[in-house]
């Protein structure tokens, strides 16, 4: 196995080592459900586990893996292993969907399938397109005007033309890295033929610090797509162009003027280094320190801040209806599956960020203190966030499954639902919340009212990420987010779960928390036949029901009546649970803090057939 060069956390090994001793399991906040594995700092070392779960920790490592996530699973006692089927978490190459069906639930990929869908550079260009035409410019005007060639070359022609001849165009290869193949050009002439290519207006009027130009690269993080949990990391990196910038047509073949990534102006002679997060110096500086500098210069860097977890939460949006698809398609559990994304962002000259491009596999090569302390960071927070499980032996093929049975009684011995273990009462409780045309706050906010099993267990679920944020900070779901609910091409019902959720209890986070204490301390979460956490057997429904007719069709509220009463038999239909982008856009919403859903999600599976299922079950539950 390669290694990659870098430098490596220090940390001490020897005899004498008198570094803190963490836990090895962090206990969930909530009865039965099982604690998470912890990760360290360099300056930690965690406790040992007995020797039966110890052989269960295993890292499967590929010639991507990086050194800064090997060495932070070594603390925690992983073992490398290249086996196909014994390991729990592995950071590694994108793989193509059908593929994502060999992960078995107790294991963690480091990606989602179809998250190219902004990966791409052409692809995050058209979706982010599509959302522009569909809700304005006035909500996405944070990306320069591009065109897709060779199917936007009559349009780039005009535009080209309209521009005059002053005008400066970048172009990129759609799926390259590392400023390969970037080139910034005026004369039409300078236009490569023959492949494809994207074309962008060039910001030629950046930010500049001391003469050079900048751009940020923000590290975000999905925990998972449904529903959606975004996180962005506190810190980050700055990146200069190597050369003071000038906007003259006769320096625009100079790369390390126009272009800011590390991997161009690192060959620059007069490249300087920076090994020190706090510094404003040389040509890489920490995120934080920028904000620092900016803030002494009277910059009010918390609205910059703000402009950019906008622009994160509405691009991870406009790939969430490809990803959620795909999940639906090839994955047993959606929690096996979490992703990184390297943002990279630039402010022009009136401070207003701009998105250049999304990395669904940014760099974590460490070259200098700097990126150590960084990216350690960041990656150790990452796995601390991402939950990672003790699995039962009954999970773990091969060798593993002869592991003693204690493994179950140290993970909690708790067999976690999935998905598919949703109720017929669950399934009715989702379709009434997504078969209301408009669905005003008053009436969203009954969907608290009743908590089913799986109402808990993801309530819950975030309430636990939460306590394991480290420097990560969530964006959404958040107090505030209830604006971006629709964007959304298909409607979620855990996304307006989770919303109202914190619109009830993001000023008095305890209270929420000690219901779900009280809930799973009764087992509520595992599955119940309680009356009182059933749906569909509440006196809730006749209480909510003059108002449901408010917002809803009479047929339409006779069709979610008559399905109540349902056997399970008939509500486990395979084809009920299925998600995707809606056949056309939901209605503009009537209010910002609004969230307006459609009564049609069909998933959009090439070639599927069968038989369509009732109204209700047609919505995405």
Same mark, same amino acid.
């Given at each position: ?396 093929? #091969? ?11 140290? *993970? #909690? ?31 969203? *906010? ?63 986070? *305890? ?79 009537? *209010? ?30």
């Amino acid at each position: 196995m390669a290694l990659l060069c870098g430098v490596e956390e220090p940390m001490s090994l020897g005899p004498d080592d008198d570094r803190e001793e963490k836990p090895a399991l962090v206990p969930s906040l909530f009865p039965f459900i099982s604690p998470t594995l912890y990760f360290s700092t360099a300056n930690e070392k965690v406790e040992l586990l007995p020797a039966e779960q110890r052989r269960l920790l295993k890292w499967k490592v590929s010639n991507v893996t990086p050194n800064v996530v090997k060495q932070t699973v070594a603390r925690s006692h992983f073992k490398v292993t290249k086996k196909s089927h014994d390991w729990l978490g592995c950071w590694g190459h994108h793989m193509k969907s059908p593929c994502f069906k060999s992960l078995g639930e107790h294991q963690k990929l480091n990606h989602f399938p179809g998250t190219f869908q902004i990966g791409r550079k052409d692809r995050l260009w058209r979706n982010l397109s599509k959302m522009q035409v569909r809700f304005g410019k006035q909500e996405f005007s944070f990306f320069p005007r591009t065109f897709v060639l060779p199917q936007d070359i009559k349009l780039l022609r005009k535009a080209w033309e309209d521009s005059g001849s002053r005008q400066k165009w970048i172009i990129k290869p759609p799926a390259s890295a590392r400023g390969i193949g970037i080139q910034v050009i005026h004369k039409w002439s300078q236009m490569p033929r023959k492949r494809p290519l994207l074309v962008q207006k060039y910001l030629h009027k950046p930010y500049l610090i001391s003469g050079n130009k900048f751009d940020l690269r923000i590290y975000v993080y999905v925990t998972t797509y449904d529903p959606l949990k975004i996180y962005i990391f506190s810190d980050g990196l700055v990146r200069f162009a190597s050369c003071k910038y000038s906007s003259s047509m006769k320096t625009l073949g100079n790369k390390f003027m126009h272009l800011t990534n590390y991997s161009v102006n690192k060959k620059n002679s007069e490249y300087q280094t920076n090994s020190d997060d706090k510094a404003c110096q040389g040509h890489k500086w920490a995120l934080k320190a920028l904000w620092q500098f900016l803030g002494s210069k009277g910059v009010n860097t918390t609205l910059i801040w703000e402009k950019i977890k906008d622009i994160v939460i509405k691009t991870i949006i406009a790939s969430e209806p490809y990803v959620n698809s795909l999940l639906k398609m090839h994955l047993r559990t959606p929690s096996s599956c979490h992703e990184l994304f390297g943002f990279d962002i630039m402010l022009d000259e009136n401070l207003k960020p701009w998105i250049l491009e999304v990395n669904i596999s940014p760099s974590l090569h460490s070259n200098t203190a700097l990126d150590v302390s960084i990216k350690g960071q960041m990656i150790r927070d990452l796995l601390n966030l991402a939950g990672f499980r003790v699995p039962q032996k009954e999970d773990v093929a #091969g060798p593993c499954s002869s592991a003693s049975s204690s493994t179950s009684s140290l *993970s #909690g011995g708790i067999r976690e639902r999935t998905k598919s273990d949703l109720s017929a009462d669950e399934k009715v409780k989702r379709a009434f919340y997504l078969t209301q045309r408009y669905a005003d706050q008053d009436f969203l *906010s009954t969907v608290l009212d009743v908590l089913t099993p799986e109402d808990v267990r993801v309530l819950a679920e975030s309430e636990d990420e939460l306590t394991r944020l480290g420097q990560f900070e969530r964006v959404f779901p958040s107090p505030s987010s209830s604006r971006y609910l629709r964007f959304f091409e298909c409607p979620r019902y855990l996304n307006v779960l989770l919303d109202q959720w914190e619109r009830k209890y993001w000023n008095n986070r *305890s209270k929420g928390i000690s219901l779900l204490r009280t809930l799973c301390g009764k087992g509520v979460h595992l599955g119940t036949s309680d009356p009182a956490h059933m749906w569909s057997k509440c006196s809730y429904v006749s209480r909510v029901e003059p108002h449901r007719q408010e917002l809803s069709s009479p047929s339409r509220s006779r069709v979610v009546v008559s399905h109540q009463h349902r056997s399970p038999h008939d509500d486990d239909d395979g084809g009920s649970d299925r998600e995707g982008p809606s056949a056309s856009s939901p209605p503009a919403s009537p *209010s910002p803090g609004s969230s307006v859903t459609s009564s049609a999600c069909t998933s959009p599976q090439p070639g599927h057939t069968q038989s369509p299922p009732p109204p209700p079950q047609s919505a995405s539950l």
